[in-house]
């Protein structure tokens, strides 16, 4: 036996320096602190000299097998030991991280090693998380339940939830560990967190630069200066990728702008005491400004002849040299490679600067390739849509030659169709051969369906209603089929359609539609809206389309449509028959029932990039429709219109459009008092369509003004204010309209919010139509005694005759005839005035923005009309909500 009874070695002694340190845990209200256990070290002693293991137990273990807790461990029985061995044995013991104490004794070769097992989790739990839902943070967190607590994985819990919060730009954020004591060596690990507000980019500082202003440099910066002028952008908030973004940015200007020198010396962002806000100063070195020198083009390929292709370069000798010039200059040649089957054609730019003359020379070296072809189509992603859906879209074939533009051309139909995610784009592979190429279509599937249950309240309809189920996609083959409900105050309808785009796989749409509209014709008496006649229409439609060409498609369609036209009978029938001195002889021409037989055409040409969100290309359409194919109703219908969309660069897209549109009737001749095109097959223009005016507000129209007239001095208010209970639009077989319209970007916050807002021009007219006959009901005045005498009327029969005269108190007849006899009543007197019948255009000018809120899209427009015809209607403010534009 040694001279030393026993000895111990604790984890105490040797590892107090490991075990504290970063020890970030704090002990709350009611909860156990954790703290590194203390134990006063023992008194130094001589090192015993080495002997043998003659037995090891293990003793306070609870959950752990004895035999684990060796097997951590290089000490075996029977082997030599000496302290330097016992040493590690601790070391061994404190790097499996599942011991909160441990200790071994040793009594002359019988070693203990006596343990005190790390709780086991309960819950994680956290708390004071409101910009950052759990969901987001959970992910991050590597503790969970059942598993041995470690301060280690605090740790590191810890630095990953500050770091989420950084990436949010929230660098204040602090998080605070808290452990709870539970029964059975079990703990609640709480995650307290100060979120602290989001970290500003309070300044930016820009040193060096003196060929242009802070102002224009800040400008082509993505990240933006913390001001009211920025409250709705996300880029004020600081994020370290976007500092180096930044500087690839300044240096793109300063290459764009001739300065092949430029270089960011530093880029530093300084947080500011209170952890809130970030100064960032950038050191600049300008350099010299260059000029294109000699540019030429050399080509290894036959089909490129350098000369021609030196032609049609965009920078020449002598023009200030831009970087972003010659980026796009390989581009093109790219993609002019690209159009003759070179799908992989090296395009090499050399540069030779020449610092004395401040010039930059280039060469561009188109290396030789073989002409490529598509070894095969591979199409990923797509879970619910067929491949076939997909593939009838591209331009290309496998074993076709490569050709650049069919690719353009694929990836632009495949995103109209709006079945998977926006910028879709061909990845393009290299095949088994140098020759042979493989594209491969990533998509990502998106929902179709759409279900939608909303109101609404609208500046045009009063509240709205809205039902629809509608399946772009149905079934993966690309079909739609849809089923909608609309109510309004004014408006109700009732639709079911299927629409079939490739009929047995050939590229030949078909569709068609049943349905039921009623519609509440309406106008305003000064802000009085009143019904004036009501149509409903019940209808079949069927379609068919088919393509001519890549970008011009022919289309064709029959429709009948049998309609009722009615009037209020309580308010313009006298009797049994309509009241033209109500109604006005129009209205009373327009009541009846009618079937339209209608067979039509369009034939359209389009290359918009994208049908859905276009950014550019052009459309054009021409539209007949033919009724006469039996039913009561004869006319041909033509109509034209087209649209140029241009991507003026920073997301700016310019819209012009323009339409126009007649109606030729036939058969049968027109009455002196009405038109041969009836009141509802007219044109009609005004709001939504043209802003600034109201619903149906331009074009030909009959407006009655109460007429407070002697008629031997006639005097008659036209204004606003003295219009009577009639103001009418009549339509018109002819129209036109033309729109310009700019699209303004705005920052990624608002773009999140789903505004997009505009400014827009709107031109257009609506004419020619009979000139209806107009009723004027006056008061007579007796020349003989020079009186007024009053209309009435007799509410049962009809009859009409002058009012008798109103005797003085005293029984003396008076100069008054006011007085009406039994079951008559004084007809109020009104003159009908005709306006508007006249193709000058109609001008307004406004600013609109689109919201796609939470409860359905939103668009709110301001028009002033600039130019308008006596008798138009104008309207500066509109909204709409809880229905489609």
């Given at each position: 036996?040694?001279?030393?009874?026993?000895?111990?070695?604790?984890?105490?002694?040797?590892?107090?320096?490991?075990?504290?340190?970063?020890?970030?845990?704090?002990?709350?209200?009611?909860?156990?602190?954790?703290?590194?256990?203390?134990?006063?070290?023992?008194?130094?002693?001589?090192?015993?000299?080495?002997?043998?293991?003659?037995?090891?137990?293990?003793?306070?273990?609870?959950?752990?097998?004895?035999?684990?807790?060796?097997?951590?461990?290089?000490?075996?029985?029977?082997?030599?030991?000496?302290?330097?061995?016992?040493?590690?044995?601790?070391?061994?013991?404190?790097?499996?991280?599942?011991?909160?104490?441990?200790?071994?004794?040793?009594?002359?070769?019988?070693?203990?090693?006596?343990?005190?097992?790390?709780?086991?989790?309960?819950?994680?739990?956290?708390?004071?998380?409101?910009?950052?839902?759990?969901?987001?943070?959970?992910?991050?967190?590597?503790?969970?339940?059942?598993?041995?607590?470690?301060?280690?994985?605090?740790?590191?819990?810890?630095?990953?939830?500050?770091?989420?919060?950084?990436?949010?730009?929230?660098?204040?954020?602090?998080?605070?560990?808290?452990?709870?004591?539970?029964?059975?060596?079990?703990?609640?690990?709480?995650?307290?967190?100060?979120?602290?507000?989001?970290?500003?980019?309070?300044?930016?500082?820009?040193?060096?630069?003196?060929?242009?202003?802070?102002?224009?440099?800040?400008?082509?910066?993505?990240?933006?200066?913390?001001?009211?002028?920025?409250?709705?952008?996300?880029?004020?908030?600081?994020?370290?990728?976007?500092?180096?973004?930044?500087?690839?940015?300044?240096?793109?200007?300063?290459?764009?702008?001739?300065?092949?020198?430029?270089?960011?010396?530093?880029?530093?962002?300084?947080?500011?005491?209170?952890?809130?806000?970030?100064?960032?100063?950038?050191?600049?070195?300008?350099?010299?400004?260059?000029?294109?020198?000699?540019?030429?083009?050399?080509?290894?390929?036959?089909?490129?002849?350098?000369?021609?292709?030196?032609?049609?370069?965009?920078?020449?000798?002598?023009?200030?040299?831009?970087?972003?010039?010659?980026?796009?200059?390989?581009?093109?040649?790219?993609?002019?490679?690209?159009?003759?089957?070179?799908?992989?054609?090296?395009?090499?730019?050399?540069?030779?600067?020449?610092?004395?003359?401040?010039?930059?020379?280039?060469?561009?070296?188109?290396?030789?390739?073989?002409?490529?072809?598509?070894?095969?189509?591979?199409?990923?992603?797509?879970?619910?849509?067929?491949?076939?859906?997909?593939?009838?879209?591209?331009?290309?074939?496998?074993?076709?030659?490569?050709?650049?533009?069919?690719?353009?051309?694929?990836?632009?139909?495949?995103?109209?169709?709006?079945?998977?995610?926006?910028?879709?784009?061909?990845?393009?592979?290299?095949?088994?051969?140098?020759?042979?190429?493989?594209?491969?279509?990533?998509?990502?599937?998106?929902?179709?369906?759409?279900?939608?249950?909303?109101?609404?309240?609208?500046?045009?309809?009063?509240?709205?209603?809205?039902?629809?189920?509608?399946?772009?996609?149905?079934?993966?083959?690309?079909?739609?089929?849809?089923?909608?409900?609309?109510?309004?105050?004014?408006?109700?309808?009732?639709?079911?359609?299927?629409?079939?785009?490739?009929?047995?796989?050939?590229?030949?749409?078909?569709?068609?539609?049943?349905?039921?509209?009623?519609?509440?014709?309406?106008?305003?008496?000064?802000?009085?809206?009143?019904?004036?006649?009501?149509?409903?229409?019940?209808?079949?439609?069927?379609?068919?389309?088919?393509?001519?060409?890549?970008?011009?498609?022919?289309?064709?369609r029959y429709s009948i449509n049998f309609d009722d036209v009615t009037l209020d009978k309580s308010l313009y029938y006298f009797g049994d028959e309509c009241d033209p001195l109500v109604a006005g002889r129009y209205l009373c021409d327009a009541i009846g029932n009618r079937?339209?037989?209608?067979?039509?055409?369009?034939?359209?040409?389009?290359?918009?990039?994208?049908?859905?969100?276009?950014?550019?290309?052009?459309?054009?359409?021409?539209?007949?429709?033919?009724?006469?194919?039996?039913?009561?109703?004869?006319?041909?219908?033509?109509?034209?219109?087209?649209?140029?969309?241009?991507?003026?660069?920073?997301?700016?897209?310019?819209?012009?459009?323009?339409?126009?549109?007649?109606?030729?009737?036939?058969?049968?001749?027109?009455?002196?008092?009405?038109?041969?095109?009836?009141?509802?097959?007219?044109?009609?223009?005004?709001?939504?369509?043209?802003?600034?005016?109201?619903?149906?507000?331009?074009?030909?129209?009959?407006?009655?003004?109460?007429?407070?007239?002697?008629?031997?001095?006639?005097?008659?208010?036209?204004?606003?204010?003295?219009?009577?209970?009639?103001?009418?639009?009549?339509?018109?077989?002819?129209?036109?309209?033309?729109?310009?319209?700019?699209?303004?970007?705005?920052?990624?916050?608002?773009?999140?919010?789903?505004?997009?807002?505009?400014?827009?021009?709107?031109?257009?007219?609506?004419?020619?139509?009979?000139?209806?006959?107009?009723?004027?009901?006056?008061?007579?005045?007796?020349?003989?005694?020079?009186?007024?005498?009053?209309?009435?009327?007799?509410?049962?029969?009809?009859?009409?005759?002058?009012?008798?005269?109103?005797?003085?108190?005293?029984?003396?007849?008076?100069?008054?005839?006011?007085?009406?006899?039994?079951?008559?009543?004084?007809?109020?007197?009104?003159?009908?005035?005709?306006?508007?019948?006249?193709?000058?255009?109609?001008?307004?000018?406004?600013?609109?923005?689109?919201?796609?809120?939470?409860?359905?899209?939103?668009?709110?427009?301001?028009?002033?009309?600039?130019?308008?015809?006596?008798?138009?209607?104008?309207?500066?403010?509109?909204?709409?909500?809880?229905?489609?534009?």
């Open positions: 036996m040694n001279s030393v009874a026993s000895h111990k070695f604790s984890a105490r002694t040797q590892l107090s320096v490991i075990l504290l340190a970063g020890t970030m845990l704090a002990t709350p209200v009611m909860a156990q602190q954790v703290a590194p256990p203390t134990v006063p070290a023992p008194a130094p002693e001589a090192a015993p000299a080495a002997t043998t293991v003659q037995s090891i137990t293990v003793v306070g273990n609870q959950r752990l097998e004895a035999q684990t807790i060796l097997s951590y461990l290089r000490l075996r029985v029977g082997q030599p030991y000496d302290r330097s061995v016992l040493d590690q044995a601790l070391k061994d013991l404190a790097a499996t991280e599942l011991f909160k104490d441990f200790q071994i004794t040793d009594n002359s070769g019988a070693l203990t090693i006596q343990v005190t097992e790390n709780p086991v989790i309960n819950r994680v739990i956290l708390e004071g998380n409101k910009r950052l839902k759990e969901d987001k943070i959970r992910p991050e967190i590597k503790l969970a339940p059942r598993q041995i607590f470690t301060r280690s994985k605090v740790r590191a819990d810890v630095a990953r939830i500050i770091e989420l919060y950084k990436r949010q730009g929230r660098f204040a954020a602090t998080v605070e560990p808290k452990m709870v004591s539970l029964d059975q060596n079990r703990v609640d690990v709480v995650f307290e967190i100060n979120e602290g507000p989001k970290s500003k980019v309070r300044q930016i500082n820009i040193i060096g630069n003196e060929k242009f202003s802070d102002g224009e440099l800040k400008g082509e910066m993505a990240t933006k200066q913390s001001s009211l002028m920025t409250i709705l952008s996300s880029n004020t908030s600081y994020d370290p990728d976007r500092l180096a973004y930044d500087q690839q940015k300044l240096r793109l200007f300063y290459l764009t702008n001739g300065y092949a020198d430029f270089r960011v010396i530093s880029a530093v962002a300084e947080l500011t005491s209170n952890k809130q806000d970030f100064i960032i100063t950038y050191v600049v070195e300008e350099g010299e400004r260059y000029k294109f020198g000699d540019v030429d083009v050399k080509s290894e390929i036959r089909d490129f002849q350098p000369e021609m292709l030196k032609k049609l370069l965009p920078m020449h000798t002598g023009d200030w040299y831009d970087a972003k010039l010659v980026e796009d200059t390989v581009e093109s040649l790219s993609e002019t490679a690209g159009l003759f089957g070179y799908a992989f054609a090296d395009i090499n730019p050399e540069f030779r600067r020449d610092p004395e003359t401040r010039t930059m020379a280039i060469t561009f070296n188109v290396g030789e390739s073989p002409r490529t072809y598509v070894e095969r189509i591979d199409v990923n992603g797509n879970t619910l849509t067929h491949d076939k859906v997909v593939r009838r879209e591209f331009r290309l074939n496998e074993g076709d030659a490569f050709n650049s533009f069919g690719i353009k051309r694929t990836e632009n139909r495949i995103n109209s169709l709006g079945y998977f995610q926006e910028n879709l784009e061909i990845e393009r592979k290299e095949g088994t051969t140098p020759d042979r190429i493989i594209l491969e279509t990533n998509v990502e599937e998106k929902p179709t369906g759409e279900l939608s249950l909303s109101a609404g309240f609208s500046s045009i309809e009063n509240f709205l209603l809205q039902a629809s189920i509608r399946q772009r996609n149905f079934r993966g083959l690309g079909q739609q089929l849809q089923a909608s409900v609309n109510y309004s105050s004014y408006s109700k309808s009732v639709e079911l359609g299927f629409t079939e785009p490739y009929l047995f796989d050939r590229n030949i749409s078909v569709g068609g539609s049943i349905y039921r509209r009623d519609l509440n014709s309406f106008n305003f008496i000064n802000n009085d809206r009143r019904t004036t006649f009501q149509q409903v229409t019940t209808g079949l439609q069927l379609n068919a389309g088919v393509p001519l060409t890549e970008f011009m498609s022919f289309f064709a079937t339209t037989s209608l067979l039509g055409y369009t034939l359209a040409y389009d290359d918009r990039d994208n049908r859905l969100r276009p950014t550019r290309g052009q459309s054009l359409s021409l539209s007949q429709d033919f009724a006469g194919l039996g039913g009561s109703v004869k006319y041909v219908r033509t109509r034209l219109s087209g649209s140029k969309h241009f991507n003026l660069g920073s997301r700016f897209i310019l819209n012009l459009s323009a339409e126009g549109g007649y109606i030729y009737p036939f058969g049968g001749r027109p009455t002196p008092t009405s038109d041969k095109v009836r009141l509802t097959d007219r044109f009609f223009l005004g709001e939504p369509q043209m802003r600034g005016f109201d619903i149906r507000g331009v074009g030909p129209r009959v407006i009655r003004y109460a007429a407070t007239y002697d008629p031997l001095n006639p005097v008659i208010d036209t204004s606003n204010d003295n219009r009577g209970q009639i103001d009418d639009a009549l339509g018109g077989r002819a129209y036109y309209q033309g729109r310009l319209e700019l699209d303004i970007p705005l920052g990624t916050g608002a773009k999140e919010m789903g505004l997009r807002p505009s400014i827009f021009l709107d031109v257009g007219s609506v004419f020619s139509v009979r000139r209806p006959e107009l009723t004027t009901l006056a008061n007579f005045r007796d020349p003989a005694d020079g009186f007024t005498k009053y209309l009435c009327r007799n509410a049962t029969t009809g009859q009409q005759n002058f009012a008798t005269n109103t005797p003085n108190p005293d029984g003396t007849p008076s100069g008054q005839y006011t007085t009406c006899a039994t079951g008559f009543t004084q007809l109020a007197p009104f003159e009908e005035r005709f306006f508007g019948d006249t193709w000058m255009p109609r001008v307004a000018i406004g600013a609109g923005v689109n919201w796609n809120s939470p409860f359905g899209p939103f668009r709110i427009d301001f028009a002033y009309a600039l130019r308008k015809e006596e008798g138009d209607d104008t309207k500066r403010f509109s909204f709409n909500v809880g229905t489609q534009f």
